[in-house]
């Protein structure tokens, strides 16, 4: 057996917790019958209440279950001992998620035993197809929530006096995260009906099904994520190619709800370079280290080796040549014609432009003296730029004032005041690396 696995397991599975909650169960199961004095309703009633109870196990309790199995170890102090461990990163991933949540599995193992011995009583209502693809919805979603949850708390790994300063509130956080994702899904299968459909790149799926192949979909991928951080902190390198993939995919998946027939791909286009952007501010914002580190390699005037280079790139340099990518592709649909109006282009242009400043802001504060208060700083700036500022001025009626802070869409010669504060910033990011680099030079 897997040893991680093995360990949670006598941690987690007590064996008062083993006999004392099917004697809770069936406690409650009795109270149940009493409370409805008939076997008529009990269908109806029980129904409902074993799928949100799944739900609240697998989503709920297991994340926040897979979260503290990680936490647990920074407090005790036996995390660098841990990822010391010969034990391999799968091994580790599934140790923490399967093991770390044992009881929260445990329980809905004894849901389902209790979904088998109502069968008879549920005969009416949902039909039992629909009520396997619910089962098979709530154990993908169960991984999802669970995964995630472990991804968030690897990723904060490198800051374990903040993750241990929030330690109980992060955990708390996850489990609110996940229910409250598991339970949009969950009305969406359960609870909205079956009838519906959805056309995605101009095929007609079955609602139910789309939904659950997606939560798989979106389960393995969180799998995958979770043991590349877990690589990450048994120190191993990895390379861009994983993040790529993901971009990759979520150019596909998100645009094709757009394209409701073949006529639809300029739309689609610009959704894809929508996702580009979010993808590319993510990627910044969930690992700035990586981009501290990077900019650190540069100012040693190390050379520059390819594996250096897939190693040490920091994620959103894919992202963002991605959204660089969907860019031109979207300048071509407006060369021939199919975007309905220029405007649409030059906003879309400037929207990118507001991308690059934002990130050369974040780039100069990396490379000041307090790299590791740059995120927060950088925030504060933002929120003036996006918000203060723009309050302040809304007075004015020049549309060029406006353009300063915000991609705006009335005319499509406002990309200019966007494109002079990306020269300014990264004025400031070339005099600030060279400083940095002579800094760096006189301390050898």
Known sequence: MNPELQKNIWLNLSPH??????????????????????????????????????????????????????????????????????????????????????????????????????????????????????????????????????????????????????????????AVLAALVGGFLLDAVYFEGQESIIVWWTAIWERVSFIIISVWIFAAWAAFGTYQLMRQQMQFKNGI??????????????????????????????????????????????????????????????????KQFRTRLPLWCVSFVLSFLMLLLVTIEQVLGNLEKQNSWSFLVALWLFMVRDFGLIICFLLGARPARAMAVAGVYLILLYIVLPLILQWSEQIWVMAFFWPVYESKTLVWPVLLEVCLVFTWVVLRFRQQKVVTASAA
């Open 17 to 174: 917790r083993l006999v004392a909650t099917p004697i809770v169960m069936i406690l409650l199961v009795i109270l149940v019958h009493i409370l409805m004095n008939s076997t008529n309703l009990l269908g109806e009633v029980v129904d409902p209440i074993l799928y949100i109870g799944i739900f609240g196990c697998l989503s709920i309790g297991g994340a926040y279950a897979s979260a503290q199995s990680v936490l647990i170890e920074f407090a005790e102090k036996t995390w660098d001992q841990q990822r010391m461990s010969p034990l391999s990163p799968w091994a580790l991933v599934w140790g923490k998620v399967l093991g770390g949540g044992i009881f929260w599995w445990y329980l809905t193992c004894l849901m389902l035993l209790l979904f088998i011995g109502y069968a008879p009583w549920l005969s009416g209502g949902m039909p039992w197809r629909g009520r396997f693809e619910l089962l098979t919805f709530l154990l993908g979603c169960g991984f999802l929530c669970q995964f995630f949850s472990l991804m968030l708390v690897l990723n904060l790994a490198n800051d374990a006096e903040q993750l241990l300063k929030y330690r109980r509130n992060m955990s708390v956080g996850v």
């Open 241 to 306: 190619l994983p993040w790529l993939g993901f971009n990759l995919f979520m150019l596909v998946y998100v645009p094709g709800f757009l394209m409701e027939s073949n006529a639809d791909h300029p739309v689609a286009a610009v959704l894809a370079f929508l996702t580009s952007i979010v993808l590319t501010y993510a990627s910044l914002i969930i690992n700035p280290m990586q981009t501290r580190s990077a900019l650190g390699f540069l100012r040693s005037g190390m050379p520059l080796t390819i």
